[in-house]
């Protein structure tokens, strides 16, 4: 006697993974045979590489924005650095400002 496989042990969408909001129309039948089976789990693994791209590419795009949104606030600090006559001392980012009067002083 040969049997079909039972994917989720029986045909309710709790017990085939659905949720019951809405994702019962991709759940599959019973397959009828391997070719099916090896179809719905090819078409899963494809859904899943696309939704995975898509978060991936959405991520990047978040990253860029926030690699611009830090370059703005970089010039934007720069700016108001040099408004008030502030220099940053030798060494870049994170080291001691210096005023326009503590440069005279230091002369």
């Known amino acids: 006697m040969s049997e079909s496989p039972n994917v ?3 045909n309710t969408p709790a017990a085939e993974g659905g949720s019951g909001s809405g994702e019962d129309s991709h759940l599959m039948q019973e397959p009828k ?9 090819q078409t899963m693994l494809q859904q899943m590489q696309d939704r995975f791209q898509t978060m991936s590419d959405q991520i990047i795009s978040r990253i860029d924005d926030m690699g611009t949104r830090i370059d703005d606030i970089e010039e934007d600090v ?5 408004q008030t006559g502030a220099v940053v ?4 980012a994170g080291s001691e400002l210096i005023s326009d009067q503590q440069q005279q002083s230091q002369k």
């Open 33 to 41: 045979n391997v070719q099916e089976l090896t179809n719905y789990i």
């Open 78 to 82: 720069n700016g108001l650095m040099t």
């Open 89 to 92: 001392a030798p060494g870049g």
């Open 8 to 10: 989720g042990g029986n």
